[in-house]
């Protein structure tokens, strides 16, 4: 039977990001809290990475269904306060993001990083040029590098 803390989280970092399936939900900061309520009750708090993010309801099933596998009731509160930050995504999560193509965010606030070079998460280069504001998730926008001519997508900070 799962007791602790520690375990709980250990089981929830076997889901991937629905929309980024190279980190799970644990290193992204999307679970906030995991308690054993009774014996064979758990609660599981997350919180959006954005208040519309379209893959919450999918990560709520999956928490679930992990659980329910291993003859445990899983409760999963969503909270939206406080609100979710780049800041708590790990800097495991952040190397696992750049190796898979995607240039993680900076840690600190949005403001600070507006107009710092993007850099390339295959050549490194700070040559880049930013394509579109939105990339293929609202979290993402579009850059490209000037110097290895690449496409990629920067996790935006927030």
Same mark, same amino acid.
Request: overall charge negative; glycine content about 4%; charged content about 30%.
């Given at each position: 039977?799962?007791?602790?803390?520690?375990?709980?989280?250990?089981?929830?970092?076997?889901?991937?990001?629905?929309?980024?399936?190279?980190?799970?939900?644990?290193?992204?900061?999307? $679970? #906030?809290?995991? !308690? @054993? $309520?009774? *014996?064979?009750?758990?609660?599981?708090?997350? @919180?959006?990475?954005?208040?519309?993010? %379209?893959?919450?309801?999918?990560?709520?099933?999956?928490?679930?269904?992990?659980? !329910?596998?291993?003859?445990?009731?899983?409760? $999963?509160?969503?909270?939206? &306060?406080?609100?979710?930050?780049? *800041?708590?995504? @790990?800097?495991?999560?952040?190397? !696992?993001? #750049?190796?898979?193509?995607? @240039?993680?965010?900076?840690?600190?606030?949005?403001?600070?990083?507006?107009?710092? %070079?993007?850099?390339?998460? #295959?050549?490194?280069?700070?040559?880049?040029?930013?394509? &579109? #504001?939105?990339?293929?998730?609202?979290?993402?926008?579009?850059?490209?590098?000037?110097?290895?001519?690449? %496409?990629?997508?920067?996790?935006?900070?927030?």
């Amino acid at each position: 039977m799962v007791k602790i803390e520690q375990d709980l989280f250990e089981i929830l970092s076997q889901i991937p990001d629905p929309e980024i399936p190279v980190i799970n939900i644990v290193e992204l900061g999307i $679970v #906030r809290e995991a !308690k @054993t $309520v009774y *014996d064979n009750e758990i609660e599981i708090v997350i @919180t959006p990475t954005y208040s519309a993010c %379209p893959a919450m309801f999918n990560i709520e099933e999956d928490i679930i269904k992990l659980f !329910k596998e291993k003859g445990i009731t899983a409760k $999963v509160i969503t909270k939206i &306060s406080p609100i979710w930050t780049t *800041d708590w995504i @790990t800097d495991e999560a952040r190397e !696992k993001l #750049r190796v898979y193509g995607i @240039t993680p965010p900076e840690k600190g606030s949005h403001e600070d990083h507006i107009n710092v %070079p993007k850099k390339c998460p #295959r050549c490194g280069s700070e040559n880049t040029k930013q394509i &579109s #504001r939105f990339g293929s998730t609202l979290c993402k926008a579009s850059y490209q590098c000037n110097d290895c001519l690449e %496409p990629f997508d920067y996790f935006k900070c927030h």
